[in-house]
């Protein structure tokens, strides 16, 4: 028998696994229940909605995604190579999944999608902070006149935007949009 604290556990694994497997929008609570060999009723005790269960995966998720950046090597690199390496990590992270997690989020139904629109907005916060910050750390940076025009804030949000499409579509080279950053950055 499962302890409480395994048998939420073993759900959210199941529930990944699908979700790994063959797409989020797959997910619901009978699957995870039969494949995880638990309770229907055990299952809505620890998530009362498909929706609660989406957005714990959703989290994991982008958990996972953020986690594999190793932020300690940014330190040292300039900003431009930072950005690379986190992109490459992302990359290389989604594409580990069977489908498009970021194409498949977009497919949720509307509820479903607005919880996990929340939880995404948060470590898309923590990204583009740690963004801010890798502009702060690079010296060449600083004193650029295009800090005039925008806030660190405003072309963080930019950068990491272009990114996420770039993802969705699973662009691995980025060289075209490093090139034009590095122009709107140097004027």
Known sequence: MYNNENQKDTIL???????????ITKI?????????????GTVYNYFPSKGDLLVAVIEDFWE???VNIDWQSLSNSNFYDNLEKIYDSLHLYLNSFKENWLEQ??????QEKLIGKQK??????????RIMTLIDMDDSLRSYPWTESFSKQKISEFIFENMLIMLKKGEKDI?????VLKKIMSN
């Open 13 to 23: 694994s199941v529930a990944k696994d699908i979700a790994a497997k063959q797409g």
């Open 28 to 40: 619901n609570i009978r699957s995870v229940a039969q494949n995880s060999g638990i309770a229907i």
């Open 64 to 66: 996972g995604a953020f």
């Open 105 to 110: 989020l977009s497919l949720l139904k509307t």
């Open 120 to 129: 995404e907005n948060e470590y898309f916060g923590k990204i583009q902070s």
């Open 175 to 179: 060289s075209f949009f490093m090139m």
